[in-house]
């Protein structure tokens, strides 16, 4: 079951309209490291989760992903101001302008709608963990760029906002992979001479820095 809430999970603002960085921002609402692709894929792995307390966190971080969707999309909103015309947006997206009556749309910043194939589900946690820490990393790589392309100052305080939840997610992320490291696909394919082994096949090569793998489980212990 969800329940909306009527507030934002953060308030946005804009210091004034900006129809071309709303295209840009559109990214982040429909696209490949957005929020819609991070909710749909926590929740959709938490589906076969029997751990009751990963579970949860996989819900909680996915519902919050749908808050920050809504986020996106008011900002973007906002950005496209009262006036529909192409010509504010000179390159990329412009179904909002011509199709979409400036509503945010599930695209991205090239106007390619969202579709499921951005979505990772393989039924082992492990694996979907990894994949989970690098999905927050790469949206925080989106939002850096993003940040460093505006100089809206309320959008900026929005952006570093999104920007360090999903750092949050990210160590979330890495303290459940610590419980689970020995389960599923780590413990079923284990670690054998094979994995220790590295093959330098450039040459000339420099000196060889990596030699012997010494392979182990991952982990993010510190």
């Not at 929020?35 to 749909?40: G, I, R, V």
């Not at 100052?153 to 490291?181: G, M």
Request: charged fraction near 20%; include cysteine; proline fraction near 4%.
């Amino acid at each position: 079951m969800f329940k909306h809430e009527k507030q934002l999970f953060h308030p946005v603002a804009i210091e004034k309209p900006n129809p071309q960085y709303a295209v840009l921002l559109q990214e982040q609402l429909g696209g490949g490291n957005g929020e819609l692709k991070a909710a749909m894929q926590y929740m959709s792995q938490s589906f076969r989760i029997k751990d009751p307390k990963i579970k949860d966190l996989f819900m909680d971080i996915a519902a919050e992903e749908l808050s920050h969707m809504e986020m996106v999309a008011t900002t973007i909103n906002l950005l496209n101001g009262h006036d529909v015309d192409y010509q504010t947006v000179d390159a990329g997206e412009i179904q909002t302008h011509v199709i979409l009556g400036l509503n945010p749309g599930l695209i991205n910043s090239s106007g390619y709608s969202w579709n499921a194939d951005y979505v990772t589900v393989t039924g082992d946690l492990c694996a979907d963990l990894l994949s989970n820490i690098a999905s927050e990393q790469r949206a925080k790589v989106v939002y850096e760029y993003l940040y460093r392309q505006i100089n809206d100052k309320k959008v900026k305080e929005t952006i570093d906002f999104l920007l360090n939840r999903e750092e949050a997610h990210n160590a979330l992320f890495r303290e459940a992979f610590n419980q689970v490291e020995n389960t599923g696909s780590n413990k079923d394919f284990g670690v054998t001479e094979d994995s220790r082994l590295y093959f330098n096949m450039s040459s000339p090569s420099p000196s060889n820095a990596f030699g012997n793998t010494s392979a182990n489980p991952p982990e993010f212990n510190n």
